[in-house]
């Protein structure tokens, strides 16, 4: 029995890796891939995710999501992952133009086919799945879980002082699908930066992931290297030295097997109009708000053991057939 799984992300280079490993892995069935504007826009994110679909052999649905948050100007983020969202590297041309329903509407339809068995995976802001439960507010009701990459909780931004990128995109998104999951049947798992910025890539990690390129020359091998070196070029140029915190894959791998951290439940919501604060996601350690838990946060990470297993797992995917386009 394989997981069937539907992945929301702005591609981005954290998310192509998480892509990659999920194509990879034989307990998951990719059953679609809806493009978020976020890290760039969603022509640039749907034009990546369209190609990795190819190169990878995704054999789902990708869809391209809604141009600009529910009420937000869209901001992006070329500084740290590209002009394109994948850094230095160069992508060839997609062959297809994708699935011609909108992101929320895959978001329903995928729910509606697999009920109570959908992972949803949420590595970017939440603009897609806020209107998908506009659309069918039984959507919490019909997956098996939430997953989602953002936020960050007695820690640091790394957007505004105190906000984390997927939420303070689209905070209103983010808000809303916190409300709408509140009293599901499973609590959403938050990845939160406090735990995704434990997996730390290294020059290390750079040269085993080389060392993949060059022995399968799998093209999306050498885009990973290429777009990495952006990432690093991007966080030393911030202040973190030659590494990159490399958040989506920890999500996406704790969503597939439940191991590398643990979980606990939190009260959490997103401010949204603080003067100094929006976009933070709160967490109501002490039940002063006298709410049930929420979210389930990630917790007590054991960072090499994710980045092993990782690199394994996509050495294992890139090994299996050099696709071209
Ligand atoms: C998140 O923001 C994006 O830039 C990354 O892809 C990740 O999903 C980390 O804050
Ligand atoms: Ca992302």
Not at 15 to 30: C, E, F, K, N, S
Not at 57 to 79: E, K, N
Not at 112 to 140: C, I, S, Y
Not at 173 to 196: D, I, M, Y
Request: one cysteine or more; charged letters at 20%.
């Amino acid at each position: 029995m394989t997981l069937p799984v539907l992945v929301d992300c702005d591609t981005g280079i954290d998310d192509a890796i998480a892509l990659t490993y999920l194509a990879g892995h034989p307990d998951v069935r990719i059953a679609g891939v809806v493009s978020s504007a976020g890290n760039v826009e969603v022509a640039a994110v749907h034009r990546n995710n369209l190609v990795l679909a190819e190169l990878l052999g995704i054999d789902a649905p990708v869809s391209r999501g809604a141009a600009a948050p529910l009420t937000a100007d869209l901001m992006t983020a070329d500084d740290t992952h590209g002009p394109q969202g994948l850094g230095h590297a160069h992508l060839p041309e997609p062959t297809t133009s994708g699935d011609p329903r909108e992101g929320a509407q895959l978001w329903v339809e995928t729910a509606r086919a697999h009920p109570g068995e959908l992972v949803g995976l949420v590595l970017g802001p939440h603009t897609n799945l806020a209107l998908a439960l506009e659309l069918d507010p039984e959507l919490p009701r019909l997956l098996r879980r939430l997953h989602i990459m953002g936020g960050a909780i007695n820690h640091r931004g790394n957007t505004g002082p105190t906000s984390e990128w997927n939420i303070a995109v689209d905070p209103e998104a983010a808000q809303q699908v916190l409300a709408a999951f509140t009293g599901a049947p499973q609590r959403p798992v938050l990845g939160s930066l406090e735990a995704t910025e434990t997996v730390r890539f290294t020059s290390a990690t750079l040269s085993r992931l080389q060392g993949t390129a060059d022995r399968t020359g799998h093209p999306v091998a050498t885009i990973l290297v290429d777009a990495l070196r952006w990432y690093f070029e991007f966080h030393q140029a911030d202040g973190f030295g030659w590494m990159a915190h490399v958040h989506d894959p920890l999500v996406a791998a704790h969503a597939v097997t439940g191991g590398f951290a643990r979980t606990r439940p939190l009260a959490v919501d997103v401010e949204l109009t603080g003067m100094l604060t929006r976009g933070q996601t709160v967490g109501d350690e002490l039940g002063r708000w006298g709410r049930a838990p929420n979210v389930d946060v990630l917790t007590d990470v054991r960072p090499e053991e994710f980045i092993d297993h990782l690199l394994q797992m996509l050495q294992d995917a890139l090994s299996g057939g050099n696709r071209s386009l």
